[in-house]
């Protein structure tokens, strides 16, 4: 997350950190998208706060003001300028989105005051110290948040309400969620094809850099040199060595260790060579459009679907982290019922 994007995220209240630290969407099924002659230009939005009035919604005699809605909006216009805009459908969605997130952040926090929840200002100062580590001095943080229009008092305000908002969450709603073992195992019965493996190669390399464009001699001295990489390996050398001494990528440092892949994510001549390679195997030169590769191949693994131990953890994480969302959406919608929302503005 970038430094801006922190604070964005503080100043968008309590709620979206909490609600969507519950929010699992791994294994739903995606649309495929449409071939690329079949999309047209998506119509861009337009946000216009100038038209907003000043409270845009009322939570029990609370008003919310349009100051922080606009101001979410806003900072995500800026982010998504350089990409073209927000198309216009997902602006909406957007701004409904956040509407719902302020609205429901004033349901929570003051609940959480009914109950007794309080503040602490040691959390909070921990919390900002924090955000401001992430600058390199305290002007570069101030500029930040003036381009954000947010002061540091709203920053430190909105830290607050948001641990406010947790501790409610964690001790009135959802404490003692747990999935048990059998429930976890339950829903890995009934959605094993989720948990079907590729064929996977964990293989280490060593890269010296070549432009496809480079002219003869270059691309002969580079061969030259891998080479002569080639020949240590051939007397002995540790594969790992040379590639920490040699090599010009960012796995040098791990030894050339590129972890596990399966078909598809590396370039062709390296994945063809890479998966024709038995586990303690070395490969030749290998050329490709990043340059000279030498390839050792640590393990492989054969298609299949991940045991119950391997995927348990994951399973559990979504079984209580699906149930903790849904207890929240239910205490919401009771909130909702029992309380009185007036909302002014139409989205």
């Not at 607050?160 to 001790?171: A, H």
């Not at 693994?301 to 995927?311: R, T």
Request: aromatic share 6%; net charge positive.
């Amino acid at each position: 997350m970038t430094r801006k994007m922190i604070l964005t995220a503080v100043a968008a209240i309590g709620l979206i950190v909490a609600q969507n630290a519950f929010a699992d969407d791994k294994g739903k099924p995606q649309a495929p998208p449409p071939h690329p002659a079949a999309q047209k230009p998506p119509v861009m939005g337009v946000f216009e706060p100038e038209k907003l009035p000043n409270v845009i919604a009322v939570v029990n005699k609370t008003n919310i003001e349009k100051t922080q809605f606009v101001r979410i909006i806003s900072n995500m216009m800026n982010n998504m300028a350089g990409h073209g805009g927000i198309p216009a459908e997902r602006l909406k969605m957007m701004e409904q989105q956040i509407l719902d997130s302020l609205i429901e952040g004033e349901l929570l926090y003051q609940s959480a005051q009914s109950a007794g929840f309080k503040s602490d200002a040691k959390k909070t100062d921990e919390q900002l110290a924090k955000i401001k580590a992430t600058f390199k001095t305290d002007a570069e943080f101030k500029g930040v948040l003036a381009q954000q229009n947010i002061t540091e008092e709203q920053v430190k305000a909105e830290i607050t309400r948001s641990f406010i908002i947790k501790d409610f969450i964690d001790e009135k709603i959802i404490k003692g969620v747990k999935a048990t073992d059998a429930a976890a195992l339950d829903w890995y019965a009934k959605n094993r094809e989720r948990f079907t493996t590729r064929e996977m190669v964990r293989a280490r390399h060593i890269l010296i850099k070549v432009d496809p464009n480079a002219d003869a001699k270059t691309q002969k001295a580079a061969m030259k040199k891998m080479e002569g990489i080639q020949a240590k390996l051939k007397k002995g050398a540790k594969f790992e060595d040379l590639a920490k001494e040699y090599s010009e990528d960012g796995s040098k440092d791990k030894g050339g260790d590129l972890g596990f892949f399966p078909k598809g994510p590396m370039v062709r001549p390296f994945e063809d060579a890479a998966f024709a390679l038995k586990p303690g195997e070395t490969s030749g030169i290998v050329k490709s459009q990043f340059g000279l590769h030498i390839i050792k191949c640590e393990e492989r693994k054969a298609p299949g679907i991940a045991p119950f131990a391997d995927a348990k953890k994951d399973i559990v994480q979504k079984l209580e982290g699906d149930e903790k969302q849904d207890k929240v959406k239910k205490f919401l919608a009771e909130a909702r019922k029992k309380g009185k929302v007036v909302v002014k503005i139409t989205i």
